[in-house]
């Protein structure tokens, strides 16, 4: 049984079809990534997998059970953790109220006790009691993993988590996301940047204008270049 | 001249109290939806009518109205929210407003329907002699609606702040998504607001029966001073609210006494003018950390 | 030059005239419920321009009726002037009223301009209470019968012509501004701010405008109303009955004059037939409207329309608002271009941007940024995700301000220059998200991408596009010419939000071209378009460049795309620009690459 496995997904925004058909799978403690130009329909398709954004036609399907058509909330209270684009944290809250309020949140759910996301993020336990949005860009991703994990999640989808950070971050980031991955959480990451979702990702879906333009192996789209390809034409 | 301006000042507590739990009610509301309920005057109005009810009409003792008022009103919100304000989710802010400013009228036509005089009154719950301190007289009445109203908004900011009840609300207000990521449902967070908001509106209008009457113009009167006591405290900000509504209380009952009587209500269009043009953000808005 | 009367502009005026004519014809206590909702039919229309093409949401109504009213009345008893001078000075304070309202009401919509209105409601009718000496008090005033050059107004025949006339009158003119262009360009700075700014609207005086026209209106019927209430009390000018006029435009649809005149007169005739129930009246309009806004949000016009369906579907488009049929115009000569004064592969710089920079707190956002383009050339500038673009472009086409650096047009400096000023100059946009005004038809949206968008501009316009004025017809000349440009000519009169997103992007295009423009910046202008609708537009894009001169800066993540369109190429990362010039040349440099790529291995 697959961690999650979308079949023939579409989504729409009234006339813009971003997502065309999309299909993938995720095996329990794999990383896939998601990679693609912008436009690609990348966040829209990982947004309506989570349940933020309503689908037009096809299937998910976490653990086994049909999610379509589920509201975010509870789809998250299965054990679909997500982290967006934009981190979505409360600005006004310290570290510390964020986890507890995600902990607060899951209590039926035996969520994963915060010392645990300490031991994963030092530095969170070193900014405890510090509000979220005065938090550095890198700081906040690690907040933003870790009230996901909060929800003792079995599978961990990322929305471009390096964006908008510098890059000497990214090597810290993927050392966690790696960790995570390594404690059985499966990973489906999206990502622009090659060498984030190298170091992260065992297999590879390439996204194009809507459209699945290419699967395989790390490996294989390294060796074939195919980003190369999907991003700039023939080359 | 200090005992009145004693008189005056604990006038101003009083009224201002009052509109410190009106304005809480609403500023709760719209920190959890972000939308304005401009029906939560007439849910004070339901209040206070209920109050007569149970006071006058059915003589049950005073403090079943006190207890049993805002569990029934907020039942009534929470009602009207999922039937009304739920398939309005989607809809756009002039939408919402619509509804709620008409959801209000009907609501106060309903009441009207129902007893069809002007003004009910209805009598303080304590009626005892009054104390005097340094000249002033406050009646005991007086002292039992600005505590009871203070108490119970400060409680309730306090629940907010640290009980899970409020939690749910504040990380909403923080971010909509960042709460449903963490589990917390939208329908149930809305719920809940609309619920709290509307017994805080309704327990507002059991303070303020005995003291304005019930009729239609108080469920104007409460929307007009909750509104503007909340954008005197800043609009999301929950002290604000109390501390907006008392100071409102105290200067209009300083312009009635200083200057004329149908000045108080000009107090608000102009406090509300010049908060809204020049700081909009409030006098005591809360802490806002950087964007993130 | 006639030959264009606007049909739809003067239907509204005949209905109204035949009501009255039908009323006269009646009994007497039918002819004072007609008069009575002839006025209401004014204010639905007056609010029509405000709650529904400004949405502005106003609680007003009844304190600017009462300022008209009374001071028509005043004028009248205390000093002694004649009735039409008196309504005509109602419509002037009720236009001061509605100036008064639109202060702080520009700054803020929604929930905040409700409550500002609700207030100045509450104290105008508290302020006309107290002022015994002026107003009488609460015990109100007697208006004396108006009298008209002799005619002395005294019966309820009198009453209904007099009000007929006038309000007929009222509506006509309210009717012309909200069917031209001046109606058009406010449901655009209402609809879409950011899309009416770029095109020289500037949406704080349009809705300054439409709370002045409106308030005008409002007052005006006050004082023609008044002599037909005969006494003149505050309270009956008070919150319940403002909060109640806004059901006008609500019920009876809110887009239209239909509207107004349906919710008005509807409504204040729903009384009399409802009066066995007549206690339940309030409680009914109020649910009423908030089953409309439920259920029904177009309103009795939209319900009309439906339910009478393709019978009689031109009729229904006009009583939706919709512009009348198109006049069969085809331009007989090609629409005169600028004349190039350069050759196309001219080397003079059209554009130039230098050293711009921009941070959001800690981030540098835009970092000592150039770029030029030539007279006539394609620029692109592509770079990964938050890399700049969005704020240079933003930054260039005026809705962002430079902390540093200068950008210069064909001698003209653009910094601290508003957004709305680049259409004058020459400089047009698309937007990521396509931003046409949905309620307009495309014809109607180009006409916008013209320009010369001022309010008192598209007041004039109106008129003239009433009589159908040569400018007018002008203006449709050039709008559908560049329809039929990009080959939209035969969905000229479709509302813009029922095209496709391929047909909207070349709707945006249309609206770029029409004024004529130098320079139009595109951003993401192929976003979410399928690969057969890009080539499209790609070759629409470069056609249009070369037959019409316009130079163009294309913003845009799609990178095939951009490398056959682009003559020269900008590559940006982290706010920089990191690489320029040839596109097939500079996407193959390994430092661009690595932008997107990270640290290449040895493949």
């Not at chain 1, 997502?19 to 966040?43: C, D, F, Q, Y």
């Not at chain 2, 005056?8 to 920190?31: E, Q, S, T």
């Not at chain 3, 014809?25 to 006025?39: D, P, S």
């Not at chain 3, 003079?348 to 941007?353: A, P, T």
Request: hydrophobic content about 50%; glycine content about 10%; proline content about 4%.
């Amino acid at each position: 049984m697959s961690a999650l496995r979308v079949t023939d997904l579409w989504v729409s925004y009234g006339q813009v079809a971003a997502v065309r058909g999309l299909s993938l799978h995720v095996e329990p403690g794999e990383a896939v990534v998601l990679l693609g130009p912008n436009g690609a329909g990348k966040t829209s398709a990982v947004e309506a997998i989570c349940g933020f954004v309503p689908k037009r036609r096809g299937k998910v399907e976490f653990l086994g059970e049909d999610i379509s058509g589920l509201s975010a909330s509870t789809i998250a209270r299965k054990g679909l953790g997500f982290v967006p684009q934009w981190r979505d944290l409360f600005s006004t809250f310290s570290v510390e109220e964020t986890l507890v309020a995600a902990e607060a949140a899951a209590r039926r759910r035996k969520p994963t006790p915060i010392e645990d996301i300490y031991a994963l993020f030092p530095v969170l336990r070193e900014r405890k009691a510090q509000l979220a949005g005065s938090l550095s860009g890198g700081e906040q991703q690690m907040l933003a993993i870790g009230r996901a994990l909060v929800t003792n999640p079995k599978l961990l989808l990322l929305d471009e988590p390096s964006a908008g950070l510098a890059s000497g971050i990214t090597l810290a980031l993927v050392q966690s996301i790696n960790r995570v991955r390594e404690s059985g959480v499966a990973i489906l990451l999206v990502e622009q940047n090659m060498e984030i979702a190298r170091a992260i990702g065992e297999r590879c879906c390439m996204l194009a204008a809507g459209d699945l333009a290419w699967q395989g192996s790390m490996k294989e789209a390294i060796e074939r270049n195919e980003a190369a390809r999907v991003y700039f034409g023939e080359h | 001249m200090l005992v009145e301006l004693g008189l005056v000042l604990i006038a101003g507590l009083k009224f201002g109290a009052i509109y410190a739990l009106a304005a809480l009610g609403l500023v709760v509301v719209h920190k959890a939806t972000k939308t304005v309920n401009f029906a939560h005057g007439a849910f004070a109005m339901l209040g206070a009518f209920a109050s007569f009810l149970i006071v006058v009409q059915w003589e049950w003792p005073y403090w079943t109205a006190y207890l049993l008022i805002p569990i029934t009103i907020g039942a009534v919100a929470a009602l009207l929210e999922f039937v009304i304000l739920r398939p309005l989710r989607r809809a756009d802010m002039f939408t919402v407003v619509i509804a709620t400013v008409f959801l209000g009228i009907a609501l106060g036509e309903a009441f009207r329907l129902t007893y069809n005089t002007e003004l009910l009154a209805v009598p303080g719950m304590f009626a005892g002699s009054p104390f005097v301190y340094w000249g002033v007289i406050i009646t005991q009445e007086t002292l039992w609606v600005i505590a009871g109203a203070l108490v119970t908004a400060v409680g309730c900011v306090i629940v907010f702040r640290y009980g899970k009840l409020g939690r749910g609300m504040r990380a909403m207000a923080a971010s909509v998504r960042g709460a449903q990521i963490c589990g917390y449902s939208v329908d149930q967070v809305y719920m809940v607001a609309w619920c709290l908001g509307g017994a805080l509106a309704g327990l507002a209008g059991v303070f303020v029966a005995p003291i304005a009457g019930v009729s239609v113009e108080l469920s104007i009167a409460v929307i007009t001073a909750g509104f503007v006591a909340g954008v005197l405290g800043g609009f999301d900000s929950l002290k604000g609210a109390i501390l907006g509504g008392l100071l409102l209380g105290v200067i209009e009952s300083l312009a009635a006494a200083y200057i004329s009587s149908a000045m108080k209500n000009c107090v608000s269009f102009f406090l509300l003018f010049f908060v809204l043009m020049w700081r909009p953000e409030g006098l005591f808005p809360e802490k806002v950390a950087r964007r993130v | 030059m006639f030959k264009r009367f606007a049909f739809g502009g003067v239907a509204p005026f005949v209905a109204v005239l035949l009501c009255t004519v039908l009323g006269l014809a009646l009994e007497n206590y039918l002819k004072y419920v007609i008069a009575i909702a002839l006025v209401s039919m004014l204010i639905g229309v007056a609010l029509v321009v405000l709650v529904g093409l400004a949405r502005c949401i106003t609680l007003a109504s009844g304190a600017v009726m009462a300022i008209g009213a009374y001071t028509s009345t005043l004028l009248m008893t205390r000093v002694g002037i004649p009735y039409l001078i008196g309504l005509v000075c109602a419509a002037a304070t009720g236009a001061l009223a509605g100036w008064l309202i639109a202060l702080p009401g520009t700054r803020f919509r929604g929930h905040n301009l409700a409550m500002v209105t609700l207030v100045f409601q509450a104290v105008a009718i508290i302020l006309l209470r107290e002022a015994k000496w002026l107003t009488g008090g609460a015990e109100g005033i007697h208006v004396p019968q108006p009298v008209i050059f002799g005619w002395r107004v005294a019966n309820d025949a009198d009453f209904l012509l007099l009000i007929g006339l006038l309000s007929a009158v009222a509506i006509l003119l309210l009717s012309i501004l909200v069917r031209g262009p001046f109606g058009k360009n406010l449901q655009a700075a209402s609809g879409n701010e950011i899309a009416a700014e770029a095109f020289g609207i500037s949406v704080p005086a349009y809705l300054r405008a439409a709370f002045v026209i409106s308030s005008m209106a409002v007052g005006f019927s006050g004082a023609l109303a008044a002599p037909r209430i005969r006494i003149l009390d505050p309270e009956s000018f008070g919150v319940l009955p403002s909060i109640f006029m806004l059901a006008y435009p609500i019920v009876g649809g809110m887009q239209s004059v239909w509207g107004g005149l349906l919710g008005g007169g509807g409504l204040r005739i729903l009384p009399e037939f409802l009066r066995p129930v007549a206690d339940f009246q309030e409680l009914f309009f109020a649910s009423l409207v908030i089953a409309v806004v439920m259920f029904f949000p177009g309103g009795m016009v939209e319900l009309l329309r439906r339910s009478t369906g393709r019978l009689f579907s031109r009729t229904n488009k006009q009583l939706a608002g919709e512009a009348p049929p198109l006049p069969a115009i085809i331009p007989a000569e090609p629409i005169a271009h600028v004349a190039p004064t350069m050759p196309a592969n001219s080397s003079e710089v059209l554009l130039r941007v230098e050293g711009i920079d921009r941070h959001f707190g800690a981030l540098h956002a835009v970092n000592a940024a150039s770029i030029t383009v030539p007279v006539g050339g394609i620029h692109g500038l592509i770079g990964p995700n938050g890399a700049g673009k969005t704020s240079l472009f933003n930054i260039i086409s005026g809705f962002l301000e430079a902390e540093q650096g200068d950008i210069d047009f064909a001698g003209t400096s653009l910094l601290d220059r508003p957004a709305r000023d680049r259409i004058a100059l020459g400089i047009t946009r698309t937007f990521q998200h396509v931003a046409v005004f949905g309620q307009l038809s495309c014809l109607e949206n180009v006409i916008i991408g013209r320009g010369r968008n001022a309010v008192v501009d598209s007041i004039k316009q109106s008129f003239d596009h009433f009589v159908g004025g040569r400018a007018a017809e002008a203006a449709i000349r050039e709008a559908l010419a560049a329809l039929d440009a990009v080959g939209l000519a035969d969905q000229a009169s479709k509302p813009a939000s029922s095209l496709s997103l391929g047909n909207q992007r070349r709707l945006e295009l249309a609206r770029a071209i029409v004024s004529n423009p130098r320079l139009i910046l595109l951003d993401e202008p192929v976003s979410g378009l399928a690969s057969d609708e890009v080539e499209e537009l790609r070759q629409l894009l470069s056609r249009t460049s070369a037959e019409r001169q316009i130079a163009m800066l294309v913003v845009e993540h799609n990178i095939p795309f951009v490398a056959k369109l682009c003559r020269t190429l900008s590559v940006m990362g982290s706010g920089a620009i990191v690489a320029e010039g040839n596109p097939k040349e500079v996407i193959t440099r390994p430092g661009v690459r690595q932008l997107y790529f990270g640290e290449q291995t040895a493949a």
